[in-house]
């Protein structure tokens, strides 16, 4: 039998602690071996893959995707599946993928909601995955069941402050983040203010202004910085961490960086949308400026920009994820187009469904920015996400005989034809990227997941195979926690 299956010579292998020449080898979906480049010439495997200089990566963890959702951000629904969503995500160098098991407010049970999203999930990923139960109802039997979720791998959750469809009020909020604190679940925080956003849309509205544009409007920074101000707020009070997801407002990431500096446990997540999209892009001609809707929008300019890059370089943000939220354009029955008829020809921001699609760009926008460290930029996309996800080492490391082989293979730096993205060369179901015409100078060559190669550029392309992804059973977050641990106690207060 060969000693190995895989050999990866010749890398520049970057992980979040080192940046070295490393040969890689790899049997039975594990990585078995890194060691000095040129070590592993001549030993038996049943193939060798010369990476010929390019950077070696563990493969990235996106932990912010919306599949197979129902309507509840605007009219309309998601457009990728586990299928669509998780194959694009190999394509783009990704090889895990949390999605979200939404509750809707008209149930009362977490587990049922589980239960359905296993069955969209089973046999259909081309990447391994988890969930988050995305909270949009926390009765008591909802509250109850946090601790079998425990049990059945689930260790994080998501609530929104904002949208009709899951708001919850600061006191259903209180009760999360209380039974999340006892049963250690990290709890993912839509942090916009609902009330601010709402009277914005009436005053545009009253002032017959509907155009796709006007969503940035509705949406200002204000809402988004006092809501996770409120959040940091109502974390602190209960002494839980939480994970303020796709911060946009550079006022936002103050706060965030002064509770962190207090030693509160803060995360924070940005997405690319936030570093390579402004409000701009929603001022196009006709309803063109639909596509880059999302929540919160992308800001007024370069100076918000780089206040988002200024907190990825400084370690305030935790991670960088796509938050895929794929709707098609041209659709008008699932789609961004829902919203048009005779009496508005573009549309009313307030009912087009928010979200942009991104798993398969999320890598490859970022690391051609060339604005962040190399062994950051694993950190980032990959290792932290892991880590805060109860995942690492299993992902986001390439620690021998412990962490899967889940790896993404660069070109050598300046070795790839550049090209300009076009939506053909994407994997997902939409007809659209935000960022087709932008110019790549790097892709990922190859990805791999559990030893087996699932995209080769320059072979036959996707490679992997729907079913291959496998559910992945979480611990809880490994990084800093409550700074009690205990219970939570009235009586301090
Ligand atoms: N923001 C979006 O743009 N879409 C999905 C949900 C969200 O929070
Ligand atoms: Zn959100
Ligand atoms: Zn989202």
């Not at 009313?348 to 062994?375: H, M, Q, W």
């Amino acid at each position: 039998m060969a000693r190995f299956d895989l050999i990866i010579s010749n890398g520049v292998v970057i992980t979040a602690e080192d940046l070295g020449q490393y040969d890689i080898g790899i049997k039975d979906g594990k990585i078995v071996k890194v060691v000095a480049k040129g070590s592993l010439k001549g030993a038996e495997s049943k193939r060798v893959i010369d990476a010929q200089g390019g950077y070696v990566m563990p493969g990235g963890v996106d932990a912010h995707v919306h599949l197979e959702e129902p309507p509840l951000f605007g009219k309309g629904s998601t457009a990728d599946n586990f299928e669509t969503g998780t194959r694009s995500a190999v394509c783009g160098g990704t090889t895990t993928v949390i999605a979200f098991a939404p509750q809707p407010k008209t149930e009362d049970s977490l587990l049922d909601v589980l239960k359905e999203t296993h069955l969209k999930a089973k046999d259909n990923c081309y990447s391994d995955y988890s969930f988050h139960l995305l909270v949009g109802n926390p009765s008591e039997k909802a509250l109850g069941e946090f601790a079998t979720l425990r049990e059945e791998g689930i260790s994080s959750l998501k609530i929104y402050m904002t949208y009709e469809a899951l708001r919850l009020n600061d006191s259903q909020i209180l009760d999360v983040l209380l039974e999340a604190r006892k049963q250690g679940i990290t709890t993912m925080v839509h942090t916009e203010n609902d009330d601010i956003i709402n009277w914005m849309t009436k005053q545009l509205e009253n002032r017959k202004l509907f155009d796709p544009k006007y969503h940035a409007t509705s949406h200002p920074a204000v809402a988004e910085f006092e809501a996770a101000y409120r959040a940091i707020c109502l974390s602190e009070f209960i002494d839980v961490p939480i994970l303020i997801v796709h911060v946009s407002s550079p006022v936002a990431v103050k706060h965030i960086r002064e509770a962190q500096s207090r030693g509160l446990p803060i995360y924070a997540e940005t997405c690319p949308q936030y570093l390579f999209l402004t409000k701009k892009d929603l001022d196009k001609p006709g309803f063109e400026g639909a596509k880059c809707i999302c929540s919160p929008p992308p800001r007024d300019g370069p100076e918000d920009q780089e206040g988002i890059w200024i907190g990825l370089i400084d370690g305030t943000f935790t991670v960088i994820s796509s938050d895929h939220c794929p709707f098609r354009f041209d659709d008008s029955v699932n789609g961004k187009k829902t919203v048009l008829n005779e009496e508005y020809p573009n549309g009313r921001f307030k009912y087009i469904p928010n979200g942009c699609p991104g798993v398969e760009t999320r890598l490859s926008l970022t690391l051609n920015a060339d604005r962040l460290e190399l062994k950051r930029f694993v950190e980032l996309t990959s290792t932290n996400v892991a880590k805060l996800y109860g995942l690492h080492p299993q992902k986001g490391a390439l620690v021998p005989e412990v962490s899967d082989a889940d790896i993404v293979i660069w070109y050598p730096p300046g070795e790839m034809e550049e090209f300009e993205l076009d939506n053909s060369m994407l994997h997902h179901n939409v007809d659209y990227s935000p960022y087709e015409g932008r110019k790549f100078a790097q892709w990922p060559r190859f990805t791999i997941i559990r030893g087996e190669v699932v995209w080769d550029r320059d072979g036959e392309g996707l490679v992997g195979k729907k079913g291959f992804g496998k559910f992945l059973k979480r611990a809880s977050s490994s990084l800093a926690g409550s700074r009690q641990g205990g219970e939570w106690d009235i009586n301090e207060f």
